[in-house]
């Protein structure tokens, strides 16, 4: 440690196995808030882009943000309903990190348990580490670079049965997984392209997490997310070996700010893919 006046310089970061324990503890302690407004009903409210928004995702946010001051306080935080708000970092030249503290509100609303609590950490644009919770299935994803596990989530708060996953090579025909609530004709169209595919409707950043578990092999999403939506599915897919592109061929970047043709963060329309399946665009 240094001595004199470097010693009062901020707290090391933890190390990234650390810090993804961290998170899914945090993601957990939400999962569990999460469950307890599931099982007594919340009312509904619009956000200023006609989003919907629960008392769930509130409380969920403000659960992790308080976490994440503990664990990594020097790491600024993108989290959805604060960007909502106004409150986004002045400045994202280093890592971050991206929250989505109840992703698929639709499903949670309608009473399908598609939903999960997404928390991740970008370096350098990419997605390197992530946790994606999904309570209502006990199930939790989490990665760091070059390993994606899977694990059994038990009352809410112990994790058993935690495994390597890996995505699978490339089948043909492929199994195609698309977004349950927001399907759209050009998806219908990229879908039409594979004779014989298998489709799968799944809601949240799970649909990642089926191409990291070789459960499915294409997440087409030509409709509009957030950062906060993919990031820590697409670090779990991207640590099992997969990967997301933009339709011009390159990786989903984060960190966007200042885009000439939408808002801060938006992502443009990609393709997941989990074996090479050389999809053109």
């Known amino acids: 440690m240094l001595s004199g006046e470097g010693a009062a310089a901020r707290p090391a970061q933890p190390a990234d196995a650390d810090l993804v324990a961290?998170?899914?503890e945090l993601a957990l302690e939400a999962g569990r808030a999460i469950m307890a407004c599931y099982a007594r009903g919340v009312s509904v409210s619009e956000k200023a882009d006609a989003s919907p928004v629960?008392?769930?995702d509130t409380t969920a946010e403000a659960i992790i943000l308080r976490g994440l001051a503990r664990l990594c306080p020097q790491v600024p935080v993108v989290a959805e309903e604060s960007v909502a708000a106004g409150r986004v970092p002045p400045a994202l030249d280093g890592a971050f990190l991206l929250v989505d503290p109840l992703d698929g509100t639709r499903e949670f609303v309608n009473r399908r348990d598609d939903f999960t609590v997404n928390i991740a950490l970008v370096r350098g644009g990419v997605p390197e580490l992530g946790v994606v919770?999904?309570?209502a299935r006990s199930a939790l994803f989490a990665a760091r670079p070059d390993r994606a596990e899977a694990a059994t989530v038990e009352d809410g708060a112990r994790v058993v049965a935690r495994g390597a996953i890996a995505v699978r090579g490339a089948p043909e025909p492929?199994?195609?997984v698309a977004s349950r609530s927001h399907r759209t004709a050009e998806t219908d169209a990229f879908i039409a392209r594979f004779p014989g595919?298998?489709?799968m409707a799944v809601g949240s950043s799970l649909k990642f997490c089926m191409l990291a578990s070789g459960r499915a092999d294409l997440y087409p999403r030509f409709g509009r997310t957030m950062e906060w939506d993919t990031a820590a599915g697409d670090a779990v897919l991207r640590a099992a070996g997969g990967r997301t592109l933009t339709l011009d061929g390159r990786p989903l970047a984060y960190g966007k700010r200042d885009q000439?043709?939408?808002s801060d963060f938006a992502n443009p329309w990609f393709v997941a893919e989990a074996g090479c399946h050389a999809v053109a665009r």
């Open 22 to 24: 961290g998170l899914e």
């Open 197 to 199: 595919a298998e489709l």
């Open 260 to 262: 000439p043709h939408d």
């Open 54 to 56: 629960t008392e769930a």
């Open 174 to 176: 492929p199994v195609i």
């Open 133 to 135: 919770y999904a309570p």
